[in-house]
T-cell receptor
């Protein structure tokens, strides 16, 4: 079974600072990994996904993530935080081999951006 | 394109009452899902459907039932609501490949007193 762990339930950065949100996965097969963002009182929106092509994946709003097999990680980064980035971020892994095509989510990281 | 829509947006129930949450998608997706979101636990899969007329259990199915009579609709029912079912419920849909993006609705916030 696949699983993901997000380190840090809350992260606070200053506007203009680097954003780093951590995600580690556990999978017995090569995983497909996703990052979703949830703005207050809204549904989840896809930021980016890794599907075994390039290990460095670029997403929307200037975010990117790098798949590192040796570290079983898929950390999300953005060089310069903007106030509009304040949201909750979820890392997820596809349930491979189950036929469900569902996602297993991490517990989420709430990003706060200070002016 | 409306994408994925959910009704209602908010609901308050008393213990033992029943209700149905409706999810609709206009993307002709085969797969549909119901998740619940609780603080500190991310999203957990309740039930899912791989096509019209099919349903299956996810990780936390107890106390819920679902139906998919039409491809575009996926209904989630609570027969006898309990306070433990207080949560935010999200519906999602996808084309059905492991690499596919899931598209989420705006959620339903349910409180059971």
């Amino acid at each position: 079974a696949q699983s993901v762990t997000q380190l840090g339930s809350h992260v606070s950065v200053s506007e203009g600072a680097l954003v780093l949100l951590r995600c580690n996965y556990s999978s017995s097969v090569p995983p497909y990994l996703f990052w979703y963002v949830q703005y207050p009182n809204q549904g989840l929106q896809l930021l980016l996904k890794y599907t075994s092509a390039a290990t460095l994946v670029k997403g929307i709003n200037g975010f990117e993530a790098e798949f590192k097999k040796s570290e079983t990680s898929f950390h999300l980064t953005k060089p310069s935080a903007h106030m509009s980035d304040a949201a909750e971020y979820f890392c997820a892994v596809s349930d491979l081999g189950t036929g469900r095509r569902a996602l297993t989510f991490g517990s989420g990281t709430r990003l706060q951006v200070q002016p | 394109n409306a994408g994925v829509t959910q009704t209602p947006k908010f609901r308050v129930l008393k213990t033992g009452q029943s209700m149905t949450l409706l999810c609709a998608q206009d993307m002709n997706h085969e797969y549909m899902y119901w998740y619940r979101q609780d603080p500190g636990m991310g999203l957990r899969l309740i039930h899912y459907s791989v096509g019209e007329g099919t349903t299956a259990k996810g990780e936390v199915p107890d106390g819920y039932n679902v139906s998919r009579l039409k491809k575009q609709n996926f209904l989630l029912g609570l027969e006898s609501a309990a306070p433990s079912q207080t949560s935010v419920y999200f519906c999602a849909s996808s084309q059905g490949l492991d690499t596919d993006t899931q598209y989420f609705g705006p959620g339903t916030r349910l409180t059971v007193l």
